[in-house]
């Protein structure tokens, strides 16, 4: 992922004028943050009584060159018993 703020200075100083950083709540979750971006999109299904029978999550991450990443740890939650 690339941070914005770089950027905005960039083109600020490239310019002379001020630049504005404007994203849509997605765009804060998926561009932000000390951690690379992630989307998560997850399905539960469960029965009246409250009884989890199902579960489909697909999980995309930004992991650049480093293995040992949020994602490794994201996969073991999301597939234990």
Avoid at 52 to 68: C, K, M, R, S, T
């Amino acid at each position: 992922g690339v941070y914005l703020e770089p950027v905005t200075a960039l083109l600020a100083r490239k310019t002379g004028k001020p630049v504005k950083i404007q994203m849509d709540r997605d765009e804060v979750f998926e561009g932000t943050g000390p951690t690379p971006g992630t989307s998560i999109r997850a399905k539960l299904g469960a029965t009246k009584d409250g009884k989890f029978v199902a579960f489909q999550a697909d999980l995309a991450y930004e992991n650049g060159a480093y293995g040992g990443s949020a994602a490794n740890y994201a996969t073991m939650c999301i597939t234990a018993p």
